[in-house]
């Protein structure tokens, strides 16, 4: 028979034989992908030290990836975006203008401390881009916290340092704020296009909605965290960020700036690192924004969603163990238990 | 835990390397943090410890023929407690600088579990000079952790040591700051394990 | 009706059903030899009433029930038994067969026909149908008498004809539907008379339009009878999720469908039964879909119970060059087949060979990276991300805080999951390993 | 038995306590004489050094900055220092005892605290007789290190000599007049600064104008 | 009384100024009873209860009898008496009332005395002279914060034990690690409250 003749080649496996379209390079370079507007308004910005700083932090974070895996003699898992990813994101929470060898300890501590020795891609506990930027800010506090002015000039190797709108804000208050940037409604634009000090790639608010617009289209990430995390935010800066008592804040500012943006949509929904029940991401969002707002307004930092996330990183786990998705049939059992 | 008869000198060595409180037993491990941002703050209560670990050997050696074994916790207790204070007394007044900042963690040298432990499982079924090697090899095991630990810190995160400026340039902080302890006293406890596992086939730690 | 019913989560693969669609049921032709084991169902496996060398005819029974939850098993041909042995199954176990040389006359025992069945009772219906040998034909192959006799306690309201077929590929049931609309109905009707409901209901997903329009113009004249639209979404047709679709009511988990008053069958069950009521014929074929892009002539055909896959495969065409998979069953839940020497039996609904450019290898599988997709289709709504790394990495007992005894392997999670996790070995696993 | 028992362990018990007890109680009473006249000594060099060329410093009263207790001090000249040698009566050595024959007051030390970034920052400053600073040291704190704590390097504290009161602000950048913060340590140089030396001089101030004037 | 004052504490002590991650007291125990949460959240009830009262009698017998005796040298024999009697007579009663309950919380007790935390906060309470609501509030911020640190290091080191950990960083090395990065994030509350 000529079927019988082709037994022995068919391939036994288990159930489901189809699979869906997804997979984890997939995700991960298309999150590499939609920073790219975000990549290119930070070189528009801040020049090609933008590039370079980025670059660094990409090329590194890729290399210690494979070499750590070579070391080990295992399969290297260089390639799969997430490592890119890291780096990225790493850069654009950068400042423009640090020395070389912050982008080299950042990426060093983001891959090899805080990922692969906790078991490498999906069983680190910490976002491992933010605890290499916290490690560098401690690190080295001054040349952490030197902001260069935005210039919009291609080429500004030695632009002005000034400093970021939550600095001013919270240094010399809102009056200040409104003096420099002139008016409320420049001060929109400013943080909109990203044309204020800050890190490389958390300056321009609209770049960075592009991109989370096309995560959210491709379904990599769901509302759930950006939303709670952006919603508490702007309920507390109502709510207690203004100067003349309650409500009278205004959460535009807060949310538009400090990189809260770029926390929200692209490292709180960091799968690793976040609660996977989606009712537990809501907790986590928003344990991240008040945990932001307490740091922003209380605290000793002018900008708080780095802690907030890294903070709320240590909480997932707890999230997730205690939160369960909602089973099919559980409300009957407890009823019928209960009897 | 042995009680085959060893030489003084194994019962030393045992107590630097193979039970080495820090990396080996994981135990009395706040110090190895608190005290570690610099060598002279690790030196002085790593001979802090030396002294009281050899003295309370000693003691309760010298004692257990008569300790009822009844009390023998509240005795330990005292003995363990006296030498602390005397020498949180004598450091108080001649040491005045450094107890400032590590005074609270001389006194607290009275709950240290590897202590206690010596002198239930050693010094008070052992001879008195058996008894002395195991408590000062115990404490040096100790004195030596703490300095391994203060160097890598004190360089790494002021570029001295001892005080003395070794390295110039920007210092990585972080490593003189909470966080910074924690990691190099895990990344330390790493390495060894793979040094030990690599060169000396071992399992590492015994990790709690 | 406004809105197809559903439940929720679930997947949307590719579901290919054009492949076989429009093909009419046609008639395989007699095999040479059928292979016929004697447990195709859950429960315990029949007896052999034949020895080697005995004459047997069509219909005739070979194996003997041994249990209440058991089931007969007939001779689909007539011929002569040549051996009884340990045989493989699509279900990947060698079970006792007996193999049975065709003398191709095809010479059939009498059936007992009975025009005026609407007139038997409750008791009548079940001791034919298990006389006819009867399981469930969406794949479970549960024996159905024994569905059909609940526990006095179980108040039974609804019986549920599931005409979902949610599996890709798979058209059996959909043309079952479309030629035989009257006859199943038949068979519903047996089967509340059976249980003594009043409510009955035929769930067919959205994407076979003539079904639906079929069965809605064949029930029309049953005032108790209701025709239900669904959403076209994978695991529709699992039991528990088109209870939910339809009546809204959830089993409770670890429970079963009579929970909620409700008995579900397969379109084929009540075709079966109908034609076990009226003629008196025990179960001896079944449809079969035969699809693929790996077959040369995909096709739905009635099927003896007992012809060799290969057998089946060789009457559509033959494999194409390239083809890679066997599947008895649909692509989510059915078992890859390494030989094509084995039956076709009561529980197989489809014959399905993948060709190369369909087949995704899954050998290559990473660690879980928590994206929640698995989470976000579960229909159990269970934690699949959770019980698979504890069974990955010797967990077992802890899966069981995660419920694992509710997955019901319907394959959604391994489906989505960008990192290729074999999910339902894990979970398969993890079974083997804890009691629930 | 078991009576006899029991005593023997509480004989057993209370002896050694009372042993240890005494033992503690002997270190004690050797050391903490010492202690004190330790902390003493060092108080006085602390002080003396934020105003050299005084012969003694005296305490005027005391404040509580942050509700915690600080004193401050009158540094004074003396017209003539006699020295005499007497006899302590607890130890029964010779000591050297000084007396200030018609002092003048060269200028006023104050003890304060101010609220830094993770702790009070605790700080001497000394002033001439009208109240322009001359000195200022940094006793104790808790700010990070690196950062906060280079409120204790030299580059930091001489910025405050010859400022008056109203000179003591921070400015981030450049400054000559007045206080230039460290970068980075806003916080802490204004807790230096604005909350430690300019509430303790304009305290000193409140209380002294008018007896200086007078 | 200074509710403020007594807040700011708790929160300090609980938060900023936590034991484990910033003031690294009773790591023995928080290491070596962080692998399950159970057993974690047991040792956090118990802990904070013990601390709370322990500080409270500490501070009765310091101010009452010590200092007025000029016995402040001994404080250190005292205060881990005072800690040891007291956790023992709680097992003892505690057995007697509430057998249940031993048999939940009894077993932590016995790890109590052993560890530093448990005598350093009546130590610090001394040395700062806090008033007795104030040490009572310090020791229920400690409490609180220990058992947080605790109950977050157990939920992430049974996510551990399923992660590809390198075999020498297993167990004790990557829990320091993973501290380490805990206290990374603690420093995001620093400069919230100066006490
Ligand atoms: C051990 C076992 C016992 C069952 N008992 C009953 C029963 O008493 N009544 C009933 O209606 N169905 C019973 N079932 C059948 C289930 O309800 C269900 O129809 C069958 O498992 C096939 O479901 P599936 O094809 O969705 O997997 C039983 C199934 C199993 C496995
Ligand atoms: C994931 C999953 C999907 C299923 N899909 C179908 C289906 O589409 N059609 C169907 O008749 N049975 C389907 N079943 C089986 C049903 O749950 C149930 O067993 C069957 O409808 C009962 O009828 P039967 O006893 O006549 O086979 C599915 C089962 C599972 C677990
Ligand atoms: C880890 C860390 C520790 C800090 N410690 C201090 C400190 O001790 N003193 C201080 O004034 N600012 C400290 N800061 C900085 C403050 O948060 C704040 O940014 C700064 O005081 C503002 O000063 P600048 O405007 O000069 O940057 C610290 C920042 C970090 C990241
Ligand atoms: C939506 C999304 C967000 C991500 N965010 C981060 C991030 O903030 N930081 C990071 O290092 N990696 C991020 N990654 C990459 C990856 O998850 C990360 O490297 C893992 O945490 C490493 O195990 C992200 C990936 C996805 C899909
Ligand atoms: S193929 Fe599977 S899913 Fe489809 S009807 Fe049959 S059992 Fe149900
Ligand atoms: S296979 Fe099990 S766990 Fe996975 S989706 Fe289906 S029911 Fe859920
Ligand atoms: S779909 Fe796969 S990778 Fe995603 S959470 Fe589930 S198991 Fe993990
Ligand atoms: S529990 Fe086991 S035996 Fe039962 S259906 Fe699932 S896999 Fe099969
Ligand atoms: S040394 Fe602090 S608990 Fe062990």
Redesign the interface.
């Known amino acids: 028979m000529a079927t019988q003749a082709k037994s022995h080649e068919l391939i036994v496996s288990v159930s489901p034989h189809v699979r869906g379209k997804e997979t984890v390079e997939r995700i991960m370079w298309t999150v590499n992908l939609s920073l790219l507007p975000a990549v290119i308004m930070s070189i528009y910005y801040f020049g090609p030290r933008a590039a370079y700083v980025t670059g660094l932090c990409i090329v590194s974070s890729v290399l210690f990836e494979h070499l750590y895996w070579r070391f080990l003699d295992r399969k290297t898992t260089a390639g799969d975006g997430s490592a890119f990813l890291t780096g990225l994101l790493l850069g654009m929470n950068l400042p423009p203008s640090v020395p070389f060898y912050i982008p080299l300890i950042g990426s060093l501590v983001a891959i090899i401390i805080t990922k692969l020795l906790f078991g490498g891609l999906g069983y680190n506990v910490f976002n491992p881009a933010l605890i290499g930027r916290a490690f560098l800010l401690i690190s080295f ?2 040349l952490m ?1 030197i902001w260069s002015e935005p210039t919009a000039k291609f080429i500004a190797m030695d632009a002005k340092t000034t400093a970021t709108p939550l600095g001013l804000l919270k ?1 010399e208050g809102l009056t200040h704020l409104m003096e420099v940037f002139g008016s409320k409604t420049e001060l929109y634009q400013g943080l909109l296009w990203g044309n204020t000090a800050g890190s490389l790639g958390e300056t321009s608010a609209i770049a960075l909605l592009i991109g989370a617009a096309i995560l959210f289209i491709k379904r990599y990430i769901t509302w759930h965290t950006p939303f709670s995390f952006i919603a508490t935010v702007g309920v507390l800066a109502w709510a207690f960020g203004g100067d003349q008592g309650l409500f009278t804040g205004d959460p535009l500012i807060h949310i538009l700036s400090g990189g809260l943006i770029l926390g929200a949509f692209f490292m709180a929904t960091d799968y690793v690192t976040c609660p996977t029940v989606r009712k537990g991401q809501i907790i986590f969002g928003i344990g991240c924004g008040a945990i932001t707002m307490l740091i922003r307004l209380k605290g ?1 930092f002018p900008e708080g969603v780095m802690f907030a996330i890294l903070l709320m990183n240590c909480f997932a786990p707890l999230i997730d163990r205690s939160i369960k998705p909602k089973m099919f049939g559980a409300v009957k059992e407890t009823k019928e238990q209960a009897k | 835990m042995s009680l085959q008869p060893k030489s003084n000198w194994e019962l030393i060595k045992n107590g630097m390397f193979g039970e080495n409180t820090i990396f080996r037993m994981a135990i009395s491990l706040c110090p190895s943090i608190a005290v570690t ?1 610099g060598m002279k703050n690790g030196m002085a209560l790593g001979i802090a410890v030396v002294f009281v670990q050899t003295m309370v050997n000693a003691t309760i050696s010298l ?1 257990r023929n ?3 074994p ?2 023998r916790i ?2 330990f207790m ?2 363990i407690a ?1 030498y602390v ?2 020498i949180d ?2 450091m ?2 001649y040491a ?1 600088p450094i107890y ?1 900042e590590i005074g609270l963690y001389i006194q607290i040298i009275v709950a240290f579990a590897s202590i206690f432990a010596r002198a239930e499982v050693f010094a008070s079924k052992n001879k008195v000079w058996s008894s002395i090697c195991d408590g000062f090899g115990m404490g040096v095991g100790f004195l030596l952790a703490m300095l391994v630990i203060s160097f890598f810190r004190e360089l790494l ?2 570029g001295e040591l001892f005080g003395y400026s070794i390295i110039a340039g920007n ?1 990585l ?1 972080i490593m ?2 909470p966080a910074g302890g924690f990691l190099a006293v895990g990344l330390l406890m790493g390495f060894f394990n793979w040094v030990d596992m690599k060169y000396f086939g071992g399992k590492g730690a015994s990790g709690v | 009706m406004s809105k197809a019913a559903t439940f929720e989560r679930g997947i949307h693969p590719q579901y290919n059903k054009d492949l076989a669609s429009g093909k009419s049921i046609a008639v395989a032709s007699l095999p040479k030899r059928i292979v016929v084991p004697l447990s195709q169902h859950i429960g315990a496996p029949a007896q052999a009433d034949v020895s080697i060398g005995d004459e047997v005819k069509t219909g005739q029974v070979i194996g003997t029930t041994t249990g209440f939850v058991s089931s007969p098993v007939h001779s689909s041909v007539s011929g002569k038994v040549i051996a009884i042995a340990d045989f493989p199954t699509p279900g990947g176990r060698n079970v006792t067969s007996i193999v049975i040389e065709s003398d191709e006359k095809d010479e059939a025992v009498d059936y007992k026909e009975t025009p005026d069945y609407m007139n038997l009772g409750a008791d009548d219906f079940r001791n034919m149908i298990k006389d006819a040998g009867i399981v469930g034909l969406g794949g479970a192959a549960f024996p159905t008498n024994v569905k059909l006799s609940p526990p006095k306690e179980k108040k039974i309201d609804t019986v549920l004809i599931n005409g979902a077929e949610c599996e890709p590929y798979l058209t059996a049931d959909h043309r079952m539907m479309v030629e035989r609309a009257a006859d199943v109905v038949e068979g519903l009707k047996i089967l509340m008379k059976t249980l003594d409901v009043s409510e009955g209901y035929i769930g067919i997903e959205e994407n076979k339009p003539d079904a639906i329009e079929a069965m809605k113009s064949a029930s029309s004249g049953e005032s108790n009878i209701e025709v239900h639209a669904l959403e076209i979404k994978y695991p529709q047709g699992a039991e528990k999720m088109l209870i939910k679709a339809i009546k809204g009511k959830e089993v409770p988990t670890k429970g079963l469908p009579m929970d909620v008053g409700v008995v579900v069958q397969n379109v084929g069950t009540a075709l079966a039964i109908y034609e076990a009521v009226r003629y008196g014929k025990p179960l001896i074929e079944r449809v079969v879909t035969i699809t693929g892009n790996g077959v040369k002539e995909p096709a739905n055909m009635m099927i003896r119970i007992g012809t060799l896959f290969s057998d089946v495969i060789d009457q559509c065409g033959g494999l194409v060059e390239g083809a890679v998979k066997v599947i008895s069953g649909g692509p989510m839940m059915g078992f890859a087949q390494w030989t094509l020497d084995v039956p076709v039996i009561k529980g197989t609904s489809g014959i399905l060979v993948l060709s190369e450019k369909e087949y995704v290898s899954a050998d290559d599988y990473s660690a879980c990276i928590r994206c929640g997709s698995c989470l976000d289709v579960c229909p159990m709504g269970l934690n699949p991300s959770q019980l698979s790394i504890l069974s990955e990495k010797g967990f077992y007992d802890e899966t069981k805080d995660y419920n694992l005894f509710d997955c019901f392997e319907c394959g959604s999670c391994a489906f989505v999951c960008p990192a290729k996790r074999p999910m339902v070995q894990f979970m398969r696993l993890a079974k083997s390993q804890v009691k629930p | 038995m078991i009576t006899k028992d029991m005593i ?2 509480t004989v ?2 209370v002896v ?2 009372v042993i ?2 005494l ?3 002997f ?2 009473a050797k ?2 004489p ?2 004190f006249i ?1 902390a003493k000594e ?1 108080k006085e060099a602390a002080l003396k050094l934020m105003m050299p060329e005084a012969d003694t410093v005296a305490t005027l009263g005391n404040w509580e900055p942050h509700e915690k207790k600080a004193e401050y001090y009158a540094a004074r000249k003396c017209g003539e220092l006699k020295i005499t040698m007497v006899v302590d009566e607890k130890t029964g050595k010779e000591k050297e005892e000084k007396e200030c024959i018609d002092p003048s007051d060269l200028g006023y030390i104050v003890e304060g605290f101010g ?6 920052i605790h700080v001497l400053a000394s002033v001439d007789k009208n109240f322009i600073v001359q000195k200022i040291s940094v006793l ?1 704190h808790g700010e ?4 906060g704590d280079e409120i204790e390097k030299d580059y930091f504290l001489n910025q405050f000599k010859g400022k008056s009161a109203d000179n003591l602000v921070v400015i981030k950048g450049e400054t000559a007049d007045k206080i230039q913060a460290i ?2 340590a ?2 802490s140089t204004r807790a230096v600064t604005e909350d430690g030396v300019k509430n303790g001089v304009k305290m000193l101030i409140e209380k002294l104008s008018g007896e200086v004037q007078g | 009384m200074d509710f403020t004052k007594l807040f700011e504490l708790v929160v300090s002590s609980a938060l900023i100024n936590n034991f484990v991650f910033t003031m690294f007291l009773g790591l023995c125990i928080f290491f070596g009873v962080s692998k399950k949460m159970e057993t974690a959240v047991g040792m956090s009830i118990t802990f904070t209860a013990v601390m709370v009262v322990s500080a409270a009698l500490s501070w009765v017998v310091f101010e009452f009898i010590m200092r007025p005796l000029d016995l402040t ?2 404080k250190i ?1 005292v205060f881990i008496g005072i800690v040891a009697a007291f956790v023992q007579s709680a097992d003892t009663i505690m057995k007697k009332v509430s057998p249940a309950l031993y048999y939940k919380l009894g077993v932590y007790l016995a790890l109590i005395t052993t560890n530093c935390i448990i005598i350093a906060v009546p130590l610090k309470n001394a040395g700062e002279h806090y008033n007795f609501f104030e040490s009572m509030a310090f020791g229920l911020g400690s409490g609180l914060g220990f058992g947080l640190a605790l109950i977050i290091m157990a939920s992430i080191r049974e996510k551990l034990e399923v992660a590809d950990v390198p075999a020498p960083f297993r167990g004790l090395p990557i829990s320091f690690i993973l501290a380490g990065l805990i206290a990374l994030a603690f420093t995001g509350f ?2 919230l409250i ?2």
């Open positions: 506090p001054k916290t240094e000793g | 941002n004692m008569f300790i009822h009844k009390i509240p005795i005292l003995v006296g204070t005397i007394l004598l108080a007044t005045r400032k995160g002021k210092p902080l003189i700051l | 023997k362990i057993n018990l050694i306590y240890g007890g033992i503690m109680a270190v004690y050391t903490s010492i202690m330790k060092e609220k830094g970034y993770s702790s009070y104790g990070t290190p690196g950062l970068t980075g806003t916080i | 040298f001994l024999i620093s400069g100066t006490l």
